[in-house]
């Protein structure tokens, strides 16, 4: 984290005054920070991570309210303080770069500085568990319907637009008719004239006000797009591992499905809607110029409504399943795209073939069921239109027979019918749009609510600096759709800076002892404590800034080497990159290339040998120089040089670091000072490496030593 970061430290400064101290870490993980620092944008997020709500007001010094202090001011240069208090002359402000300690600075001074911008925070009101929260929420604390009540301002001004729209609608018929019933009988150019500019002005207005309604709906749909899109992403980045989905294809079409939640809501004929409720200022219209000629209109609108609810079940049932269907041929494509290399040597195109076929197939099928449905609504509202039309000029003559309606009411009627009808066609158009976004809703709302591992509620404990103390307690975990425990009934602690190697067979239990050190899981029974706090208490992601995790597995990003290496850590500077790539013997590897750290990476490190990818890994855990090193193979599919290496590096930079090891490499054990071996999910030896390693050797400790 950039030590200059002057708004991160403003709000550090706040919180301890409120009584809620944190960390920088703590308050910035996961943020989508710009330089590493925290901008404006993204300051109510983090403060909202420690139980304070803020909002930014642009106002002049002179119009602060000061019972709403202490507030943070922006100031050039990038710099904030807080303001504490002032009164005319001076002000009493706190200045990060001068540390904690308040000062005294006049107020033309702090007026110079100051860009006009204040952000005032106070803390949320904190429940306990004597005032329960209710199962259901508001409308305003909903991930979906908040975002549309932050944006109420933009759809108030759609529905006054919309009024008045529908209102200089009926301006044209009435044109109409007056010309028709009173302008040609009697020649009067002069009227004809001014209801002409009258009508022109309308005419104007209306096209006013429909580009302004569009351009308020264009803006609150973006709004919410923006809010919406960093809302999910931050819910799945934040997801517990074991709430994590099965398929990694089937759960990015879902979240891909919020792209049609978002065109539902800036769909253009999301007006038709808007325009509902005003078609009956139509038919009152009607009735007022010819009552009995209403009633086609009315009887039309029965029939539609009819038809469309006898095909909403329908809709819905062959909506669910092109959904179901369409995630499940884009987990295949997924799963196709990332195992390809292993399809090609296994000769099994045909296989996934043959499942993409199948589940296009079946797609295609219920997607043409889908269509014809939506768009018989579609014919059902055309045909209904048209005899409203026809019914309505019959009507109409008859009433012209009768002395009871002048031509002019008589087409002035048409129009307004023709009018009133016309929003019917736009729903029937989104109610194919409405299931679709109505299934999307559905299945980001479970994603929504499946658990995180940052309960917003939680008062953490914040350990800035760890010791290195791990703690088994009768631990036990069991995967999410196993029932065979991962480890069963575990117990050992390791001091700061003990170097301990994790021995056992395949499927034993070492990775999964790393991935509970870490937080990654939480286990089924017992507790894991790191310096004596349990683990479930800590700030997950403050810890995991003092800890180097090499996984199994190493996981490369598309960009350049030196993103790689930096990925958690964006601030390092070049000597911590240098370093960490000697660390882990890529020197050579960078040097020969022409690029050198810019070198570029693709997907997954596709192009790399696992011994490269495993020695990017390490450079990543030791970038920043962490007090805890969690090691899965630290030597994996290294050439025996290179593992020399590494084990030398890690014996040297270990001194006074806690480090775990998972392996099956002897030559790891070089630099250990305790073997515990588990077999079977449970510990069947613990003790100094060389009784240990002798044990194993004389098989006298079971099946792990095979």
Not at 254 to 263: P, V
Not at 369 to 374: F, G, N, S, V
Not at 448 to 474: C, S, W, Y
Request: charged residues 20%; hydrophobic residues 45%; proline residues 4%.
């Amino acid at each position: 984290m950039s030590k200059s970061d002057s708004l991160l430290d403003c709000l550090l400064i706040l919180g301890t005054i409120h009584g809620q101290v944190t960390t920088r870490e703590a308050l910035t993980a996961g943020l989508p920070l710009k330089n590493a620092r925290l901008d404006p944008d993204l300051f109510s997020r983090a403060a909202n991570r420690i139980g304070l709500t803020s909002k930014i007001h642009k106002k002049p010094l002179s119009h602060v309210n000061p019972s709403l202090l202490p507030a943070v001011l922006l100031l050039a240069d990038d710099k904030a303080c807080v303001l504490l208090g002032f009164n005319k002359n001076s002000a009493s402000v706190v200045f990060p770069e001068l540390g904690d300690a308040a000062v005294e600075i006049s107020v033309e001074e702090l007026e110079q500085r100051y860009l006009g911008r204040v952000i005032f925070a106070r803390p949320r009101f904190r429940f306990d568990q004597r005032s329960p929260k209710k199962k259901h929420k508001r409308a305003n604390d909903h991930w979906f319907w908040g975002s549309f009540r932050a944006s109420y301002t933009l759809y108030r001004d759609v529905l006054i637009a919309a009024f008045f729209i529908n209102l200089m609608a009926i301006a044209l018929p009435l044109f109409t008719m007056n010309v028709y019933d009173r302008v040609i009988p009697n020649s009067a150019v002069e009227t004809l004239w001014v209801l002409a500019i009258g009508v022109g002005i309308v005419v104007v207005a209306d096209a006013i006000l429909r580009t302004i309604r569009a351009y308020y709906l264009d803006l609150a749909s973006k709004r919410i797009d923006i809010r919406l899109s960093a809302e999910i992403m931050e819910r799945v980045l934040g997801l517990r591992m074991e709430s994590r989905p099965a398929s990694a294809g089937s759960f990015a079409a879902n979240l891909r499905s919020f792209e049609t939640i978002r065109d539902f809501i800036t769909s253009a004929t999301i007006t038709a809607v808007i325009d509902l409720p005003f078609t009956l200022i139509f038919i009152a219209l009607i009735f007022w110029i010819a009552g009995p000629m209403a009633l086609p209109a009315l009887l039309g609108m029965v029939l539609i409504a009819f038809y469309a609810l006898t095909t909403q079940s329908k809709l819905q049932e062959l909506t669910e399943t092109t959904y179901r269907a369409s995630a499940l041929r884009n987990a295949t494509l997924i799963e196709s795209l990332v195992g390809l290399d292993t399809v090609k040597a296994m000769a099994a195109e045909g296989i996934m073939q043959r499942r993409w076929e199948h589940s296009a197939t079946f797609l295609a099928r219920v997607s043409i069921r889908l269509r014809l449905l939506a768009s018989s609504n579609l014919n059902v509202v055309s045909w209904v239109q048209q005899w409203v039309t026809i019914s309505v000029i019959i009507a109409g003559v008859y009433l012209i027979r009768a002395g009871d309606l002048s031509m002019g009411g008589l087409i002035a009627a048409t129009m307004l019918s023709s009018r009133a009808m016309a929003p019917f066609g736009g729903i029937a158009g989104l109610l194919t749009q409405y299931h679709h976004a109505r299934t999307a809703f559905s299945s980001l709302n479970e994603v929504m609510e499946t658990p995180v591992e940052r309960d917003p509620d939680a008062r953490l404990v914040h350990r800035q600096k760890l010791k290195g103390k791990i703690e088994f307690r009768n631990v036990s975990l069991t995967y999410p759709g196993s029932d065979i425990p991962a480890l069963k009934n575990l117990s050992f602690t390791i001091e700061p800076g003990e170097h301990v190697a994790f021995l056992g067979r395949v499927g034993s239990g070492k990775s999964s002892v790393q991935r509970l050190a870490i937080g990654l899981y939480q286990p089924t029974e017992g507790a894991v404590l790191v310096d004596g706090i349990d683990l479930r208490q800590l700030d997950l992601a403050e810890l995991r800034q003092q800890v180097g995790f090499v996984a199994q597995d190493i996981t490369l990003f598309y960009g350049s080497l030196r993103e790689n290496i930096v990925l958690a850590h964006p601030q390092a500077e070049d000597p911590d990159v240098i370093r960490a790539a000697q660390f882990a013997n890529l020197g050579e590897f960078v040097n020969s290339h022409p690029k050198g750290f810019d070198m570029t990476i693709g997907e997954r490190g596709d192009s790399l040998s696992g011994g490269q990818r495993k020695a990017i890994g390490l450079a990543r855990a030791v970038i920043h120089d962490p007090q805890v090193l969690l090691l899965d193979e630290p030597t994996g599919s290294m050439d025996h040089s290179t593992e020399n290496w590494v084990n030398d590096k890690i014996q040297a930079y270990g001194e006074g670091k806690t480090i775990l090891v998972a392996t099956h490499r002897t030559s790891v054990l070089s630099w250990v000072d305790r073997i515990i071996v588990i077999d079977n999910a449970q510990v069947v030896a613990d003790g100094p490496r060389d009784s240990v390693a002798r044990a194993l050797k004389e098989g006298r400790i079971g099946k792990a030593s095979r």
